[in-house]
């Protein structure tokens, strides 16, 4: 199952650029949880805090505490440790060009030294069912290389790729931006059905989308996050005036 | 909302009747053995600490060559001190070395190979980059490649064979009834010279200074082109107005790794130098080369001073290709980063 | 009038227009020429003088008819063999260094630098360097000095090419495998290395070809060898040497020898250089956006 997100007093930078101020922020467990916001908000920054993907870049900084369930991740782990835990789907789809399709599913547990192969073929067509792409890709799986499927297919496939190695958090970055909209709705479809068992976070710059998946939305401005709610009440009802400007239009 | 919500929930149902029956009992097989990992942070930092220590066995390896180069040459060192750069005695018998014939040599047979490869380099760049159809400039830096590729003991074998009896025969009593009176073609004919030397090494560096020149000139940007040619300039006042200035740093840079080639290039010149340690003025009468000495004399120096004096002069042609090559980078490097940073 | 002085000024242009590219057809000729006439002559020489002899016997004594170049092959061979067992692993580590690890600093800027300028050290003297550390020091001359000088010689192209191709492998590939908890070591070998392996297999084929020409550092290193030698501690004999020593030798059937010899070294090259095009020019990383 998956578990919940505490983000305490967060701040991170890209050089000398403040881009996250205090982010306090409670993500519940086995939900999905949308980011919305202007682009340059820091919603993606955010989510790359979540993972400690922000620190591979190598004038990015980050202080504060992310709590995964009960585990500190600056703390208690290390990066590799932790992104084994979460998984994240990245805004461009990005196979690995070099793998097949069978191997790409596989690439999580085996380049972490799982040998048996027997479970891998189970993990592998378990996982590609899950993200609706075995039916298209069931006769060719070792036959195809992981890029020379549609984007959208390949989108799916990053995704069958995170939850083979069945992380307790997905996180999305802007899943669908790159995708057609039946993609995008096919991706919404699975974001949908994976939510009862993981912890889902995704960053969205489509105000439908965000209403479409996520029971709580928060809101990202200028590098702080405005305003966190129930989706419904986000879009309704907004406390904050700048929340209302920004899904109202009135800005961004 | 709730009705989209409703109808969704169809869907997921048509398209994955079994979605429900996919979930596995938490903890999987696969999270039970990724938690079971441990942390990668030592083999990570083994694997990063290998990577430098190669990449600094480079830094050691120069350093390596310039510390033994210097040391074992310490005797002659001591010996003639500075003398040995300028004297020209060279008589293994009496011990009594000196580096100038050799010097003298290398110069004279890189600058010749310079004002060869320098004129018919630059202008097939020209000519590649800038006039050609394109199919015919794919198969001529093809063969400017290949021209690189192939070893120094080749041509050499080709310039004992074909290039010296040609010379002979054909272009040095030409060059002596026309040009004999400047003294640089003076008899008697050999074949084996200093003018055949400087003539397999320009076609040697050829190659080396047409490709860089090449790439310096492709990264003048087409915008550049353009704007001449809206002035209503001709190809070749474009190429002289934007393409030449702009490249002229690169273009140098160029040459000057050409001459770091020719200083050191070692077999073909001592197979057509004709390997005689005197300075004469006629490019028609034998020379020597620092690295042709080394090639003929280094197994057979048999005194430990002898060793020693062609070590040194090993030191001294090591610096010298050492200071061209750093200043040929530096220049090609001021040209390529400044274009790379103005795509980026 | 001022029309006639316009005119004769446009003539002008035109006519130097012409000549620029009269002299740059020209050059381009004349460049080409030289090597026409090389390959040219190396065919016909070199393939009217190949014959199984060459490949299966040794050197004839001085002023016989006969013989061939095995012990050379073999000794090339093994030669290249240890350069390329020093060179590619060391070359290949200190690209991945440059590429992964060090992409700005000015440690790496220095690593690059120094590459670039071991690349133009004359053969001849890192030859000397070799004989000095480790002929001297074992007081014989030996294939594993000469390998170690060949493979010296490798370590900058090799580093060079594996930069450069790393370089272009997508940032977005080496997200995807960090994004997986994938140890760094294990994503650096089995991704990105993975991804880029066409045109580092490439770089290592060119710089090997690039060595199996070399003479200079040979000459006081392996030495030469007219049996056929497989030991390491042994002189050993090479392809270009042998050319070398029969070039200036002065009977013909060692000539016959010499151009036979090279047309199998420039058979080697031509091959490897035209894999080198064909891969770079099909696209490194074809597949990877």
Not at chain 1, 51 to 56: A, D, I, L, P, V
Request: some cysteine; overall charge positive.
């Amino acid at each position: 199952m998956g578990v919940g997100i505490e983000v305490k007093d967060l701040n991170a930078w890209y050089g000398s650029t403040h881009t996250l101020r205090d982010i306090h922020l409670n993500i519940p467990a086995n939900h999905a949880t949308a980011l919305i916001g202007p682009s340059g908000c820091g919603k993606s920054t955010f989510v790359r805090c979540l993972n400690r993907m922000h620190e591979t870049n190598p004038i990015a900084r980050v202080t504060g505490t992310v709590k995964i369930g009960d585990l500190d991740i600056y703390n208690d782990v290390s990066p590799v440790v932790i992104r084994r835990r979460i998984g994240m789907v990245f805004q461009r789809p990005n196979p690995f060009p070099t793998m097949s399709i069978y191997d790409n599913v596989a690439s999580g547990l085996r380049l972490n030294g799982f040998r048996n192969r027997q479970a891998l073929d189970e993990i592998v067509e378990r996982s590609l069912r899950r993200a609706a792409l075995w039916d298209e890709v069931k006769d060719d799986l070792k036959r195809k290389s992981g890029a020379s499927i549609s984007g959208g297919q390949q989108q799916r496939l990053c995704i069958a790729r995170t939850l083979a190695v069945d992380p307790e958090v997905l996180l999305m970055d802007e899943p669908a931006s790159a995708l057609d909209p039946i993609s995008t709705a096919k991706i919404e479809d699975l974001i949908f059905q994976l939510k009862s068992e993981y912890t889902i976070v995704i960053v969205t710059h489509n105000m439908q989308q965000a209403a479409r998946v996520a029971e709580k939305t928060g809101f990202f401005l200028n590098g702080q996050l405005v305003e966190f709610d129930a989706t419904t009440k986000i879009f309704t009802n907004p406390s904050d005036k700048r929340t209302e400007d920004y899904i109202t239009g009135r800005f961004g | 909302m709730s009705g989209k919500l409703a109808e969704r929930d169809v869907v997921n149902g048509r398209e994955s009747p079994s979605a429900s029956g996919l979930a596995v009992a938490r903890p999987s097989a696969a999270r039970r053995y990724l938690n079971a990992q441990s942390d990668s942070a030592f083999s990570d930092g083994f694997f990063k600490t290998l990577m430098l220590a190669s990449a600094l066995t480079i830094f050691v390896i120069v350093l390596f060559i310039f510390l033994e180069l210097a040391w074992q040459s310490r005797m002659a060192i001591a010996h003639f001190g500075i003398s040995f750069l300028y004297r020209s005695a060279w008589n293994p018998v009496s011990e009594d070395f000196g580096a100038r014939p050799f010097i003298y040599g290398t110069l004279v047979s890189s600058l010749l190979a310079l004002l060869i490869a320098v004129p018919l380099s630059v202008s097939t760049a020209v000519f590649i980059t800038e006039m050609c159809p394109i199919p015919l400039r794919r198969s001529l830096s093809f063969l400017t490649e290949l021209l690189a590729a192939i070893p120094s003991v080749v041509y050499g074998l080709w310039a004992l064979v074909v290039l010296v009896p040609l010379l002979r025969t054909e272009i040095n009593p030409f060059l002596m009834r026309t040009l004999g009176w400047t003294g640089f073609f003076e008899g008697p004919d050999y074949g084996v010279s200093m003018l055949a030397a400087g003539v397999i090494l320009a076609i040697m560096i050829l190659p080396i200074i047409s490709s860089i020149t090449r790439e310096v000139m492709s990264t003048v940007p087409q915008s550049q082109r353009e704007a001449a040619l809206a002035l209503g300039a001709t190809r070749w006042e474009m190429i002289r107005i934007s393409v030449l200035p702009n490249a002229r740093l690169g273009i140098a840079g160029g040459i000057i790794l050409g001459l770091g080639r020719a200083l050191g290039e070692t077999m073909a010149v001592t197979m057509v130098i004709g390997n005689r340690p005197e300075i004469a003025r006629s490019l028609l009468a034998p020379g020597y080369t620092m690295a042709s000495v080394l090639a003929n004399e280094f197994t057979e120096a048999t005194t430990s001073l002898y060793l020693s004096a062609l070590i040194e002069i090993g030191l001294v042609l090591f610096l010298v290709t050492i200071v061209v090559n750093a200043l040929a980078r530096l220049l090609i490097w001021s040209v390529t980063r400044g274009a790379s940073s103005r795509m980026a | 009038m001022q029309q006639r002085i316009q005119q004769s000024g446009q003539t002008w242009r035109r006519w130097k227009n012409h000549l620029a590219t009269g002299t740059a057809v020209l050059g381009a000729l004349v460049v080409v020429a030289p090597l026409l006439a090389i390959f040219a002559y190396l065919i016909y020489k070199g393939a009217s003088s190949l014959n199984w002899a060459f490949f299966t016997k040794v050197p004839k004594p001085v002023g016989e008819i006969g013989g061939g170049m095995e012990n050379a092959i073999v000794g090339s061979g093994v030669l290249l063999t240890v350069a390329s067992l020093i060179g590619i692993p060391i070359g290949i580590a200190a690209g991945v260094y440059l590429a992964e690890f060090g992409r700005k600093r000015l440690l790496s800027n220095l690593v690059r630098f120094t590459a670039d300028v071991l690349n133009g050290v004359p053969s001849i003297v890192v030859g000397i360097a070799v004989y000095s550390l480790i002929v001297v020091t074992q007081r014989h001359f030996s294939a594993f000095s000469g390998g170690v000088a060949l493979g010296i010689m490798m370590i900058p192209t090799v580093t060079r090419t594996t930069e450069e191709m790393l370089l272009l492998v997508p940032h977005a590939v080496r997200e995807a495998a960090l994004g997986l908890g994938v140890p760094n070591w294990r994503s650096t070998v089995s991704i990105t290395l993975r991804t880029a392996s066409a045109g580092i297999i490439t770089g290592c084929m060119l710089a090997f070809a690039r060595v199996a020409g070399e003479t200079a550092p040979l000459l006081f290193t392996a030495f030469g060898n007219d049996d056929k030698s497989l030991a390491l501690n042994q002189p050993i004999a090479a392809l270009p040497l042998q050319i070398f020593v029969y070039a200036v030798s002065p009977y013909n059937d060692w000539h016959r020898l010499a151009w036979a010899g090279s047309l199998v070294l420039i058979f080697l090259i031509v091959v490897s250089v035209s894999l080198v095009r064909y891969v770079t020019s099909r696209g490194v990383l074809k597949g990877a956006s």
